[in-house]
Nanobody, 125 residues
């Protein structure tokens, strides 16, 4: 299984970025997908997730209304559209895949079995 994340970069506050994660080696439509982020020296934190069947899309409170997650089963891709970026959104962003993830666990990193390599997002003020 491979998860290849891309789309990070250096932007200014208020700008937008779109992260993509392409999955291979798994039956993508059966997997719940998520994005987490991590700042050096801090714990990895949940950003957004989409349940395998699309019935649940939880977001971290800090990104609600600004970020949007989308899962495309035809392309084995999950994207994270990030608008109105803030300096505190700066982090390495990781995509993750999990099978049989129950709704109450979607925000928990331990629920996910596979992780991408991360893509760096830097937002300047």
């Amino acid at each position: 299984v491979q998860l290849q994340a891309s789309g990070g970069g250096l932007v200014q506050a208020g700008d937008s970025l779109r992260l993509s994660c392409v999955a291979s080696g798994l039956t993508f439509r059966r997997y719940t997908m998520a994005w987490f982020r991590q700042v050096s020296g801090e714990e990895r934190e949940f950003v957004a997730a989409v349940k395998w069947d699309g019935t649940s899309r939880p977001y971290a409170d800090s990104v609600k209304g600004r970020f949007s997650i989308h899962k495309d089963n035809a392309k084995n891709t999950v994207t994270l559209q990030m608008n109105s970026l803030k300096p505190e959104d700066s982090a390495v962003y990781y995509c993750a895949a999990g099978q049989q993830v129950i709704t109450s666990s979607m925000k928990t990193s331990q629920a996910y079995h596979y992780w991408g390599q991360g893509t760096l997002v830097t937002v300047s003020s």
